[in-house]
């Protein structure tokens, strides 16, 4: 006889009780977003504030309502964050959320699928297909990466993801598929000019091309574009001393300056010594949501990967990427591991996606679903007037500069990114930098442009108006005054 079950049940929150909760946070997020224009951009507080606020050890009996949560987020989480839905936030690229992108998330939180695999949730896979080809449609994309052809669409966390998969297949490629089966064999090479995101060198050195094995190309002064004629001596050099050019990953819209790399060159060359071409459209391939903005995705038919990433300016909480192939067959190749404990008839049938060959984990959250909470509630005219305004706006800070004397702007701003500087040493800019941020009321960071400190003035947070670019520019004009006067 076995022994009598004594059942143990654990305090779970039941649904009621969530219900109430729920309610409680979800009214907790909208004054927050009400009131968030309001707080300084960025925390003051020293190294060691919030943790020093914190008891040092979890709590040993349950039951704290989720009152006493929130009034700890208030007290001393938020004033430790920066907050980067604030309408003067202007640093790094914007991190953009919305309201249908939380909501979304939230169902994906409460529904807790893997999509692993098309059996694991099919509706997972089928709904990340269609909004995929949605958004391919959307910005107008090159018919290959479309599902209904050889190619398609799939959710990473990160544009550092992509280029890392990108990489991978083009390994795989390059090596014949010596790189999967027993290593690298040979010195394989990639590209990318010396204003190519730092995520590229990384997916070199994790996919074992080390960081010398990154080429770093150089781009033409005035315009930050890579020179597609260094780009060619650089394959040739490496052709001549027998290495193998494995990809080469272009920019549209770089993070120091949103510089558009020449991509139907650079694309003619690759296509010439079949090298993979993965486009990296990070921040500015949400522009193409609008077709007079379309002219920085020329050349995009001759990629072999393009990826850009709806949480920097499509209103999707992050993380949400958007990684399309040319030919899916390869990336599978490269990918795929099949144990036992996965295998099932659809999968076996060939006939159904399987996201897990797509990607670097095995398992995967729902995150088609804040994109397609997203693209109901905005529309394509919606993400459209999101887009313009951050362009206008841009335009109306450059104008500002421009009529100012003491400032110049230092390259080109084709989106929402100025990038600006006083004529004046580092030193000078560094402290205008500084000065104004340390006011609270804008966040602004900062990058090297031919060696010289230049300021970044990055708009697209959904809250921010003209009112908040010309508080910014009232700010940095006074404050130049200020460090000018002797
Ligand atoms: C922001 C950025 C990345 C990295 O983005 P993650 O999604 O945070 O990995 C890559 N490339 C470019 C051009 C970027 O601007």
């Known amino acids: 006889m076995p022994d009598q079950l004594v059942e143990v049940t654990a305090p779970h929150m039941d649904p009621e009780e969530f219900r109430r909760a729920g309610h409680a946070v979800v009214d907790w997020i909208a004054d927050y977003w009400a009131t968030v224009g309001q707080r300084p951009v ?18 040993t009996t349950g039951g704290e309502p989720v009152e006493a949560v929130l009034a700890d987020l208030d007290a001393i989480v938020v004033p430790g964050l920066t907050h980067w839905q604030h309408p003067s936030f202007f640093g790094y690229f914007p991190a953009n959320t919305s309201g249908p992108s939380v909501l ?12 692993m695999l098309w059996a694991t949730s099919p509706a997972s896979t089928e709904l990340e297909t269609v909004l995929m080809d949605w958004l391919a449609h959307l910005l107008d994309l090159p ?35 010596r790189w999967r089966d027993t290593g690298i064999d040979r010195r394989y090479r990639a590209y990318t000019s010396t204003h190519g995101h730092s995520s590229i ?62 991509v139907p060159e650079i694309g003619a060359i690759c296509a010439e010594y079949g090298i993979w071409l993965h486009v990296d459209a990070a921040y500015a391939g949400a ?53 036992e404990f996965l295998r099932n008839a659809a999968s076996d049938s060939g006939a159904v996606i399987d996201y897990r060959d797509w990607q670097v984990p095995l398992g995967r959250r729902f995150r088609a679903l804040k994109l397609w909470f997203v693209l109901r509630w905005y529309g394509a005219e919606g993400l459209q007037a999101h887009i313009r305004s951050g362009v206008r ?18 390259a080109a701003h084709p989106f929402a990114l100025v990038c600006f500087r006083l004529r004046a040493d580092d030193d000078v800019n560094a402290a ?55």
């Open 432 to 486: 205008l930098l500084a000065s104004v941020n340390a006011t609270g009321r804008v966040h602004l960071t900062h990058t090297r442009l031919a060696g010289r400190y230049t300021l970044r003035m990055a708009i697209g947070s959904p809250q921010t108006t003209a009112t908040h670019i010309d508080d910014a520019w009232t700010l940095l004009a006074t404050t130049a005054k200020d460090l000018l006067t002797p």
């Open 143 to 177: 018919q290959r990466f479309r599902s209904t052809g050889t190619g398609g669409g799939v959710i990473q966390d990160s544009a550092s993801s992509a280029t890392l998969v990108a990489t991978l297949a083009a390994l795989h490629r390059a090596s014949g598929g």
């Open 104 to 115: 979304g998330d939230l169902v994906s939180s409460g529904l807790g699928v893997q999509g």
């Open 287 to 339: 522009a193409a949501v609008c077709p007079e903005l379309r002219w920085s995705h020329a050349g995009l038919e001759y990629a072999d990967s393009y990826c850009f990433d709806p949480h920097k300016w499509l209103l999707t909480g992050f993380d949400c990427d958007a990684f399309w192939v040319a030919d899916r067959a390869e990336l599978i190749e490269a990918l795929t591991v099949l144990p």
């Open 393 to 410: 706006l841009a335009e109306r800070f450059a104008d500002q500069v421009r009529a100012d004397d003491r400032f110049e702007l230092a």
């Open 201 to 262: 060198e990384k997916a070199a050195r994790i996919a074992g091309l080390g960081s010398d094995g990154t080429r770093a190309i150089d781009v033409d002064p005035d315009t930050q574009a890579m020179l597609p004629a260094a780009l060619r001596a650089a394959i040739e050099a490496d052709l001549a001393a027998g290495d193998v050019p494995a990809i080469v990953v272009a920019t549209i819209g770089t993070t120091s300056t949103t510089a558009v790399d020449p």
């Open 42 to 59: 960025t925390p003051s507080d020293p190294p060691g504030t919030v943790a020093a606020a914190l008891p040092t050890t979890p709590p």
